[in-house]
């Protein structure tokens, strides 16, 4: 096929394209000839267990990392470094302990709107801080708020940057159960009302949380990470926690993932033994 | 007991309480310290102290009595001098604020600069290998020989006193600021300045207080030792001023006086320090 002609081309224009993308630590490499198009609007979910590179991923798409070869582009845009069309948000709180709250978001909305007052900042921060459900609380500092509460924050002030693109590094890792399921939602909530819609790269090791969230599912397998599958979750939105848990679609979903990543781990140590076997006959 | 010790350790023993993490459980269990006083124990110690000088000072003879003034007789002394002991102290914060604060600004500026920038840290870091071991006291007579008056020489001394601590603990705390600091400044796009400024600052700050904290007392043992040398005020001055006299009561006044001066800018330093910290967990 010939790339100038492809009928997908100006589509390729938007969104987030990973062409060939290879990354290492000093010699060891720690992801290996990634391709990916990422769609304007979409929510994917890079799932992988740990060690896959799914964080180290994220971080190549933020600009935070440049990779050892390859090319990416965000709009048509190469990326060379990190800019604000790419919020992310971390898994440990990453808000700065010595700012509350105001102080946190108006660093973020002085970097969308430049120029505004500081009572103006003030009013965006606690509309941003409404919409994550912690209205009146600008003036409290990170450590007087629970780990949910600080990741709510965390949420907030990317959408207070006004980043077309999300990326999420594992942001619900740290939360009990109950936390994890409302902040899902919340952020499914936030995502589906965005206009235009947002699109949102989600890293998790979690299968149900990736499926649940996600439009797609990309897989990766370790060492070096790479891309083993790539899942769409056709099912319609809203969804709800008790269909997902019971609709045959999603079970069916369940057993690939899991079949996929068995599968995986399965021919990763029959090439083990492989290898092994070779060099006892040694 | 049967307690088992290391071989190494064995010829230590009789100096464990000074190793670090040493507890002598069995002695505090058995000599525990009845209830009204438990708490007390500064007051009773200092109480301890004041009734030995006050022995020592009773049954001293011949010359010994002049070098051990009692306590009352030293209350005496030190309330008759206090009015030239607070001329002496503002004499002496003359020289002392402004080189310490002096010290204070650059170290840390020049900490923050060092810290986070790599050309400037190798261009730098082998000099203040070098610079910073000096002790600050070797300066003084060059400084008095070099500057103008004695006040600009001592507050030089100060100065550089205090800076090597402030300096030298900004710049490992700015050089160690967390990762997610960064990739946090990075994300949000800041400029450089912004991002000393409002990250790397207070990150380091904790850093930078207990250097200002190392730097502060060596103030003092500079500002002191500069003034036995060449001033005409200050509390150095009134102890070098009345030991020349071999009136041992003022000597002695101004002494403590000169501690409890310290003493008191250590904690308000130390409440300015409980203050800017406040989010440190």
């Keep these: ?282 | 007991m049967g307690e088992q010790t290391m071989p190494a350790e064995r010829h230590l023993a009789p100096y464990r309480w000074i190793l670090p993490g040493f507890r002598d459980r069995s002695r505090l269990a058995v000599r525990k310290i009845p209830g009204i006083l438990r708490g007390k124990e500064g007051l009773l110690f200092a109480i301890g102290l004041v009734l030995l000088w006050q022995a020592v000072a009773r049954f001293s003879t011949g010359q010994h009595r002049f070098l051990f003034p009692s306590p009352a007789v030293t209350a005496k002394a030190l309330w008759a001098s206090l009015p030239e002991l607070l001329i002496g102290t503002w004499h002496s914060f003359l020289i002392l604020v402004p080189g310490y604060l002096l010290a204070v600004f650059t170290g840390i500026f020049w900490g923050i600069l060092v810290g986070t920038t790599g050309w400037l840290h190798r261009a730098f870091n082998p000099f203040a290998k070098v610079a910073a071991p000096i002790p600050p006291t070797i300066y003084i007579p060059y400084a008095i020989a070099l500057l103008s008056t004695f006040r600009t020489s001592a507050i030089f001394v100060v100065f550089i006193g205090a800076f090597w601590p402030v300096f030298l603990n900004t710049s490992s705390g700015a050089m160690a600021v967390p990762g997610r600091y960064r990739d946090d400044a990075a994300i949000l796009g800041l400029s450089r300045v912004e991002y000393l400024w409002r990250v790397v600052f207070p990150a380091s700050l904790p850093h930078s207080f207990s250097g200002m904290g190392v730097g502060l007392a060596l103030s003092f043992i500079l500002l002191t030792v500069a003034e036995l040398f060449g001033a005409n005020a200050g509390l150095g001055r009134f102890v070098q001023y009345y030991a020349d006299f071999a009136d041992y009561p003022k000597m002695v006044a101004g002494i403590v006086y000169t501690g409890l001066i310290a003493f008191l800018s250590m904690e308000l330093l130390e409440r300015i320090k409980r203050r800017a910290l406040f989010w440190v967990r």
């Design chain 1, 1 to 282: 096929m010939v790339g100038e002609t492809l009928p997908g081309a100006s589509q390729l224009q938007h969104g987030l394209v990973l062409d060939r993308i290879s990354f290492g630590y000093n010699g060891t490499p720690v992801l290996e000839d990634i391709c990916l198009n990422i769609g304007e609007g979409e929510f994917l979910s890079l799932l992988g267990p740990s060690g896959s590179g799914k964080s180290t991923m994220l971080r190549l798409i933020a600009g935070i990392e440049t990779p050892s070869r390859g090319r990416m582009t965000c709009r048509g845009k190469e990326v060379t470094g990190p800019g604000i069309d790419r919020g992310m948000v971390f898994q440990d709180y990453s808000l700065f302990p010595w700012m509350n709250l105001i102080q946190n978001m108006a660093l973020a909305i002085s970097r969308n709107s430049p120029g505004i007052s500081k009572r103006e900042q003030r009013a965006l921060a606690g509309e941003y801080l409404a919409m994550v459900g912690l209205e009146g609380l600008g003036r409290k500092y990170p450590f007087e708020l629970s780990g949910g509460m600080q990741q709510r924050v965390a949420i907030a002030r990317a959408l207070a940057l006004g980043s077309p693109f999300l990326l999420m590094d594992e942001p619900f890792g740290a939360l009990d159960p109950i936390n994890r399921a409302r902040l899902q939602d919340l952020l499914i909530e936030i995502w589906s009302c965005s206009k235009p819609a947002k699109t949102v790269v989600f890293v998790t090791h979690d299968m149900d949380e990736a499926l649940y969230l996600g439009d797609c599912v990309v897989v990766l397998g370790s060492m070096p990470g790479r891309i083993i599958g790539k899942l769409d979750v056709d099912f319609p939105r809203p969804r709800s926690r008790q269909a997902y848990l019971t609709a045959p679609e999603f079970q069916a979903l369940r057993a690939r993932t899991l079949d996929l990543l068995r599968h995986y781990a399965i021919e990763r140590l029959q090439a083990e033994d492989t290898v092994k076997s070779l060099s006892e006959g040694i």
